[in-house]
T-cell receptor, first 116, second 112 residues
Framework: GAGVSQSPSNKVTEKGKDVELRCDPI?????LYWYRQSLGQGLEFLIY????????KSGLPSDRFSAERTGGSVSTLTIQRTQQEDSAVYLC??????????????FGSGTRLTVV | SQKIEQNSEALNIQEGKTATLTCNYT??????LQWYRQDPGRGPVFLLL?????KEKRKERLKVTFDTTLKQSLFHITASQPADSATYLC???????????FGAGTRLFVKA
């Protein structure tokens, strides 16, 4: 597609429920990243995919968080048993190469997750 | 640990003036430094990338400098316009790493 598409744009969920966030990157972009941004904070790295594999999962906050990418395209970030501290904007980005290749990222508009 | 610092105070300037934003980093040897613009409710938008062996890069009204000795980057917007009002994020790629680390950003307000 023309840009990085994320869905849903907003999600309100009850504490303890599971949520799935979807990211559809730019066609042909092999690298995909998930970040989250809390109010007034910088972007917190979660996970990086190159193709379907995830060489760097170091940013996932706990084992309640998982992500997968299929067909080298769409990625899903799943949060199980959501907690209030999970409330944030979850941003997905894709790029033509890995970050160390010196390519800028194209970000989606994010999913605003609110856990009540 | 690796740290990026951007001025948390908002920068207010008059239209037509040059805005200068600062990004400092510690415990880091970045291969690349990037600047992004973020508007409320939107994801960041990539503006410029500068490599560690480059001192300066320009794009239209934007200029970025990269001083690896001072561990600092300056981001300049010349002839600023109210439409330039946004949050500007500095981001660094660690040499040999996969991820890009972002600063918290500096809010810029350009008054007409």
């Amino acid at each position: 597609g023309a840009g990085v598409s994320q869905s849903p744009s907003n999600k309100v969920t009850e504490k303890g429920k599971d949520v799935e966030l979807r990211c559809d990157p730019i066609s042909g972009h092999t690298a995909l990243y998930w970040y989250r941004q809390s109010l007034g904070q910088g972007l917190e790295f979660l996970i990086y995919f190159q193709g379907n594999s995830a060489p760097d999962k170091s940013g996932l906050p706990s084992d309640r968080f998982s992500a997968e990418r299929t067909g080298g395209s769409v990625s899903t970030l799943t949060i199980q048993r959501t907690q209030q501290e999970d409330s944030a904007v979850y941003l997905c980005a894709s790029s033509f190469g890995s970050s160390t290749g010196g390519y800028g990222y194209t970000f989606g508009s994010g999913t605003r997750l609110t856990v009540v | 640990s690796q740290k990026i610092e951007q001025n948390s105070e908002a920068l207010n300037i008059q239209e037509g003036k040059t805005a200068t934003l600062t990004c400092n980093y510690t415990n880091y040897s970045p291969a690349y430094l990037q600047w992004y613009r973020q508007d409320p409710g939107r994801g960041p938008v990539f503006l410029l990338l500068i490599r560690e062996n480059e001192k300066e890069k320009r794009k239209e009204r934007l200029k970025v400098t990269f001083d690896t000795t001072l561990k600092q980057s300056l981001f300049h917007i010349t002839a600023s316009q109210p439409a330039d009002s946004a949050t500007y994020l500095c981001a660094l790629d660690a040499t040999g790493g996969f991820k890009t680390i972002f600063g918290a950003g500096t809010r810029l307000f350009v008054k007409a």
